[in-house]
């Protein structure tokens, strides 16, 4: 009984990969993470098999986002992020080793939490901001925290949107441009799970079961976007990532409410 709804609860969070790819509601990826860890904790598996199960389904999500958007992206952008992004994931790739699970699980939902709150702010926040042009020197600290904070919870969607946002780029741009780095980013990242074992044979077999749920979620945000108020939907994630994070912080034992 728990072993199917393990199943189903990490097939969720990796359905949110697609939905957010296909441009529906924003950051839903945000949400995969937790879900995920969740799920495999309550079958005995650490948050870190979750990450590293994440990843590559992130980097197939990646490729299909890649090739609707192609050429449709600020260049400008990714030259800015890059430097801080490298050396952000080389820090955050060590801290796999220095963080126990409970403290890597602690991080991971308070990042989701962080995350809710940040979309539940950020109209406020960039009410008052002006537009501005991006630079190396703004850009390496920003890329640096979405380094750090994507390879611990493949969480660097608000500091991303954060240096983005101000930009007041067309809809199409941001969101290509967005991919754009998010791809870079992942692939980044690849070499250093692989190093360190986050990445493994295992992974990689579990997350092949659930490879087909990306294409699918992609498929599903489209008809989404077509049919759906994006507004009482986000509402809903939010407060089911903010509900996962909470759980993550606290360490409840998940796996009680469904025996």
Known sequence: MLEWKTTMLAALGVLFIGLSKAGFGGGLGMLTTPLCVLAFGAGGKPAMFAVGVILPLLCAGDAFSLYHYWGKWEKRNLRCLL???????????????????????????????????????????????????????????????????????????????????????????????????????????????????????????TGLYYFPLVPLGVWVGVWLNRRMSEKFFLNAVYAITFLAGLQLVLGWDVSRLWR
Do not use: C, Y
């Open 83 to 205: 430097p801080g992004v490298i050396v952000g994931v080389a820090v955050g790739s060590q801290l796999f080793r220095a963080l126990s699970d409970r403290a890597l699980n602690f991080w991971i939902g308070v990042i989701a939490m962080v995350f809710v709150l940040f979309q539940l702010a950020k109209e406020w926040v960039f009410r008052a901001e002006g537009e501005f042009r991006p630079t190396a020197l703004i850009g390496l600290p920003f890329g640096f925290g979405a380094g750090v904070t994507s390879t611990i919870a493949h969480g660097a969607g608000p500091l991303v949107t954060m240096f983005l946002v101000p930009q007041k780029l067309p809809k199409e741009i941001f969101v290509g441009t967005t991919v754009l780095v998010f791809t870079w980013i992942n692939w980044i990242k690849v070499p250093f799970f692989v190093a360190n074992d986050v990445i493994t044979w295992e992974t990689l077999r």
